[in-house]
């Protein structure tokens, strides 16, 4: 009995540890598979590390609205995709306020942290000198994102990808047109700050694609600085102070701010807020019919698509065939949501219809 009991112990002893190294090997196993992420279908491809040469990239954005939460995930989905073939993606915020000074002071940081890859939210031409100089006497691979810029490829940098934010204001203006139809009205405009290069453009942009119709924009704008809160206000202005009032148009961060405030006043119907970017929460107003459209940007595509392009330069002196990239930039409403909604698509998919 107690020979017997002693031999199917260690039996048992011998196949829980054989189940034990059998667990332990598959885990393994796919500890290997989780770090080697196949690269996002339908955008820029990593080369081949042939030198085994270590690319160290920054991706340097801000925290003030949910914009930038894709851009995030896209730079950290390419850290994903490149940490097995020598690459290494940080997101960095850059700091409180978005200027010149506060993004060439980030740059300068992440240079001084060792980085040989920066990209970096474009806040004006003033950060194309900074490009050149750490181009060319650091050697260091620079890209920019949110708005076109010339000088970032006069300079030297690798990638420019960003809306063509003209183009977007002109086609916003065109979807309110034939929202509204051929009715008489007037148009409220809410900016990040008329400083901001991008904003601006979107502004000009709009107000120009208005002209010939019958709708009249509300002075020049006001500056709600990328907040959703002082959007609400702005908006609760509008809505207050303007009886004849059908549009709101946010040019920037916060855009379901004005949505909140439309839909409080109960004036869905009467009064269209068109904003910018594919955030759950103007995708939420979508769906709930307090705001009318939103132009996306490819969010995640500028965080992701910038780290792979400057990761392709790093590693084999590669560069797009085109530095300046306008970005994928399609209008959502309430009967394309679900087509455009990132949530409801893999992940990173580039937007289409």
Known sequence: ??????????????????LASAAALVAGTSAVLAEDMAPIAGRPEPVANEAGTKAKIAIIGFANNPYWVAVQKGAETANEVLKSRGGEVKWIVGGANIDVPTVNQAINAAATQGYNGIGFFIA??????????????????????????????????????????VAAGKNAAAELIKAVGDKEGKVGIIVSQFTAPGSEQRRKGFVEGLQGSKLTVIGEGVEAKDSAG???AAAKDFLTSTPDLVAIYATAGGPFGAAQAV?????????????????KENIAAIRDGSMYGATGQDEFGQGYNVAIALFNNIVAQQKPAEILQPAVSLFMTKENVDKLDPEMQPLGAVPKL
């Open 124 to 165: 004006g031409e003033g950060n194309c000198a900074l490009v050149k100089k750490l181009t060319d006497e650091k050697k260091i691979s620079l890209g920019a994102y949110n708005t076109l810029f010339p000088c970032v490829e006069e300079a030297g940098g690798v990638i420019d990808y960003a809306q063509d934010q």
């Open 230 to 232: 002082a959007t609400f």
């Open 1 to 18: 009995m107690t020979v017997s009991f002693r031999t199917h112990a260690s039996g048992l002893r011998a196949s829980m540890l054989a």
């Open 263 to 279: 839909k409080a006043a109960g004036k869905q119907d009467s009064v269209k807020v068109i904003g910018y970017d594919f955030t």
